[in-house]
């Protein structure tokens, strides 16, 4: 597989909220919604972040903030140079002249956005339900809002939105109507849930393993039992290779490899 390399000057930095920033690059990169690139900051290694735009001349790569690294990516400004790769990984598929349901919660938000905007230009009618923590760490509402999207914004604490879960706003809206295609980003956990209530309409879900390569050649994102590699055949998976995978829900690998169960699951 040919590299594809890039040095590049972040023509902005965005802040979507304390802890949640965006970079925004000049330059053309042919990417489908779900993909993502590995950003070097040429000091530290580098790290897989989601494609949160692109729109032929620019793209746009969200991150928390959450520890040492992205910490350190934090600190950069307009101007300063990073070190890309990429893209790399599969996409969420896009139909037309279809109802789409999207679900996201934190920062897998910012990659949905992304996919709606494609949506939208295929004719297809989107309904979006966005989730967070607080108010404060709401992200792309206005966005949403400019493509004609009003977003059914969902906190834990009702400080923005109504009081709940995305997983409550959905089975509220499967209740009134039945879209032709579920898309969702997120935390695991909320992932299998709403994969577990699409009540057998088509589901894609856009997952994250620990990455080195990003080429299917280390093996670190292989996710039991059948080896599936996040950053090839993924991270966008559909519902009949989700349930191949039974760590899916359950656990994910650190970088030594070793299991990190998910709060709730069993074990």
Known sequence: MKEKRFTLKIMDVIYENEKTITFIFKHKIKSGPGQFIMLSDLENGEKPFSISSCDGSSFGVTMKIVGEFTGKLSALKPGDMVSIRGPYGST????????????????????????????????????????????????????????????????????????????????????KERPDMIYAAGPEIMLKKVMDASDGIPCEILVERYMKCAIGICGQCAMDPIGLRVCVEGPVLNKRAVGLLSEFGAYRRDASGAKEFFCGATH
């Open 92 to 175: 969420f598929t896009i139909p037309e002249g279809k109802r789409c349901l999207i679900t996201g919660g934190g920062c897998g938000v910012p990659p949905l956005f992304f996919l709606a905007g494609r949506l939208i230009e295929r004719n297809n009618t989107v309904t979006a339900v966005t989730g967070f923590k607080t108010g404060s760490e709401a992200m792309c509402v206005n966005e949403f809002e400019k493509t004609g999207i009003r977003p059914v914004i969902m906190t834990d604490d009702g400080s923005l939105g109504a009081r709940g879960t995305v997983l409550d706003a959905m089975r509220d809206i499967l209740k």
